[in-house]
């Protein structure tokens, strides 16, 4: 792999040299930057980076075999991780868009047979092909956004074999991407159809047949349960992470979205990566996560398409704790993989700097997917996924114009992706 040089950045942004895997609290304000700036990459991770003034010195200015890339005073800035993403699905559900403007909730549209049930229907007719073919235009469509890592999970399938055709389909996605993929099952996303009535029979198929199936195929390296109102409850939730625990699954949990649901607590009790969502968080919520290791993971596409609350990611800052932001890219209830229009309503929404959402989007999010030692900053050592921008005035731009392309090139692994 050949080495590469890209010199003449007007800021190198995203910096990380103390080998923090997550920031919280005040320190999320912080986003290290160098001005006029080089970014040396060998073997498709990062090596060096520093001032203009430096380069020759450092001797990374004598040719050879690399390839030199002018950023012509473009910033450099870490690709986005996006933590918590549907984007295996089959079609699109735009007609419940039109009935979300005539007025119906998202809670009644599942209750009349839509919703996710409507797109478990529409994916038990597909072939893994056909998915995969859908999925990777979504995969290419948020690379060209400037998403370079990306958590996927199951839970439009709703039955075993449905289950596991979603998930080898995202091994698939993550064998033949260039970004990096995690996989999460999501069995416990609604209940399925044939078990209307009887969720506590899906919950034994769920716990006794999904969950031995995908760890015996190793198809997963999380689980997810929608613990909600309407959902799955807390003492439900806490046997299926129970179950995924012994196939070496971490929870990562759908809570606090729709209700006081209780999904904090029990995500906190079964030591889940993130909880996400939070839109009906409470302040005994911030309490719980107080010492805990789960990362509250805010999806402000998601309320900003059902046009409900946001989560209080400014109250969750202001205590101390650490922040992810994700895009919850989905047919229901956020058809958008857009990670710079999330920072943008993190901002304009929930009140967020601009170097708060733009940390809570990179390497926030990194740590909520169990990849910040890899990805989500600037670092010697890691992983060489970032992108460099037109000529912008200033970081507070990306999230200012909010429909604003700025990403003119894109690299990952080290490789410039076209």
């Not at 993130?274 to 719980?288: F, G, K, P, R």
Request: hydrophobic letters at 40%; charged letters at 25%.
């Amino acid at each position: 792999m050949t080495a590469l040089l890209v010199k003449n950045i007007s800021r190198l942004a995203g910096i990380e040299r103390q080998g923090r895997l997550q920031l919280a609290g005040r320190d999320m304000s912080v986003m290290e930057s160098i001005e006029d700036a080089f970014l040396y990459v060998e073997g498709g991770v990062i090596a060096d980076f520093g001032p203009m003034s430096d380069l020759v010195s450092r001797g990374y200015d004598c040719g050879g075999d690399v390839m030199t890339v002018d950023a012509g005073g473009g910033m450099v800035l870490p690709s986005f991780c996006d933590s918590h993403t549907h984007i295996v699905y089959a079609g699109s559900r735009e007609h419940e868009f039109v009935d979300k403007i005539r007025g119906l909730s998202y809670a009644e549209i599942a209750r009349r047979g839509g919703g996710i049930l409507n797109s478990a229907d529409r994916l038990h007719e597909m072939t893994e092909d056909e998915l995969y073919a859908q999925a990777m235009e979504r995969v290419r469509e948020i690379i060209s956004k400037g998403t370079g890592a990306v958590e996927i999970k199951s839970g439009y399938g709703l039955n075993t074999a449905d289950e596991l055709k979603m998930l080898r389909v995202i091994r698939r996605i993550r064998e033949t991407a260039p970004l990096r993929v995690v996989s999460t099952f999501l069995g416990a996303h609604a209940v399925g159809r044939e078990y209307a009535g009887r969720q506590s029979d899906y919950v034994d198929l769920v716990v006794n047949e999904m969950i031995p199936a995908v760890g015996r195929e190793q198809l997963a390296d999380y689980i997810d349960v929608f613990c909600d109102e309407g959902f799955f409850t807390p003492e439900e939730t806490a046997r299926i992470l129970e179950a995924g625990a012994r196939w070496g699954m971490r929870p990562k949990i759908h809570g606090q979205e729709l209700a006081d649901s209780g999904g904090v607590r029990v995500a906190v009790e079964h030591d889940a990566l993130s909880v996400d969502h939070l839109e009906s968080m409470t302040e005994a919520d911030i309490e719980l996560l107080r010492g805990s290791s789960t990362i509250p993971t805010a999806l402000p596409g998601t309320s900003f398409f059902l046009n409900m609350p946001f989560a209080p990611g400014r109250r969750i800052i202001d205590s101390g704790l650490p922040l992810a932001i994700a895009s919850d890219y989905n047919p229901g209830s956020t058809p958008s993989g857009d990670m710079k229009f999330a920072v943008s309503l993190a901002c304009i929404k929930m009140r967020l700097l601009p170097e708060e959402a733009l940390n809570a989007a990179t390497i926030n999010s990194a740590c909520a997917m169990g990849l910040s030692r890899d990805y989500g900053s600037i670092s010697v050592g890691k992983v060489a996924n970032f992108y460099i921008t037109r000529h912008i005035p200033s970081l507070d731009f990306i999230p200012y114009a909010y429909t604003t392309p700025v990403i003119s090139r894109i690299f990952l692994r080290g490789e410039e992706w076209r």
